[in-house]
């Protein structure tokens, strides 16, 4: 866990009794805006925790290391907002090792984040192993670049960070993949079958705005740090950034990145 995040769970008060909260309301309605009151808190805290973190880690250097830590940093305040709330919302989430249902569903996440997964591959991995990520990014970066979003949400693309229906860098992974989850498998089956019309997959709100509270906070963070900090195309962007080795210094000194390797979303 990196220093700031460290230093976050020890001095956020998020982590008191929830049922002493609760237990001050008795009735049902009053008890219901303690929850959500206490859930934004949580969640405005975890946002404006990232975005100073990242601020700052920016200020101590403009490097590729300082890149990484903020990659991994996000990870940690997600991991830290998700603790918090799993301990009163106890979701059961159906999700387990080797479902990747979801993996083929296109990903969006910041620079840092993804510098951040290619690294923890690239220390970890043997070279064989690092070169045939690299095969793979290549790829799958073909096989959309001619594809609008819409399209592409429906070819059930296997991202190329997956090995064996298991996530090669879980422990490196973006903030949208550690948030996304599903209470049923059914829905995310249905979803990969009929990609042209999915079902609504059932999820535990408060879970998923933890993923937005902190990419928002990232985002802004590495605005404050004059650093562009937009969503890119997971596929394009891994593939950009394992293949240019200049791509994180034109970025640290402030060069926006290409157009093509932005995420779209589908939808109007
Ligand atoms: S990075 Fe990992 S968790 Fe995220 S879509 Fe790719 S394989 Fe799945």
Redesign the pocket.
């Known amino acids: 866990m990196s220093r700031d995040a460290q230093a976050a769970l020890s001095s956020w008060s998020l982590r008191r009794p929830f049922d002493r909260l609760m237990g001050r309301h008795s009735r049902e309605k009053k008890a219901r805006k303690a929850l959500s009151d206490w859930t934004r808190d949580v969640l405005t805290r975890a946002h404006d925790a990232q975005r100073a973190s990242v601020a700052q880690i920016f200020q101590r250097s403009q490097s590729l290391e300082a890149t990484v830590e903020a990659g991994m940093n996000a990870g940690d305040f997600y991991e830290l907002a998700r603790q918090t709330l799993d301990e009163v919302f106890k979701p059961k989430l159906a999700c387990k090792r080797g479902c ?1 249902f ?4 296109p ?1 969006a996440a910041s620079l840092p984040e993804i510098v951040n ?1 290619l690294m923890f591959a690239r220390a970890t991995f043997s070279a064989q192993r690092y070169h045939s990520l690299t095969e793979r990014l290549a790829r799958a970066d073909e096989a959309v670049q001619a594809l609008g979003p819409e399209e592409r949400a429906r070819r059930n693309l ?6 064996n229906d ?5 422990e490196a ?2 903030v ?3 948030a996304w989850h599903s209470l049923e498998v059914e829905p995310c089956k249905q979803a990969y079958e009929h990609p042209e019309s999915p079902p609504e997959t059932p999820t535990v709100a408060p879970v998923l705005y933890a993923g937005d509270a902190v990419r928002e906070g990232l985002r802004l963070g590495l605005q404050d740090a004059f650093l562009d900090g937009q969503r890119l195309d ?1 596929v394009r962007g891994a593939h950009w950034l394992a293949s240019d080795p200049e791509a994180v210094d034109r970025w640290l000194a402030g060069v926006e990145f290409p157009e093509e390797v932005r995420f779209t979303p589908p939808g109007p």
Request: charged fraction near 10%.
């Open positions: 990747s979801c993996c083929h569903i990903v997964a296997a991202c190329p960070f997956l090995e298991q996530c090669s860098v879980y992974r973006p949208a993949c550690r997971l």
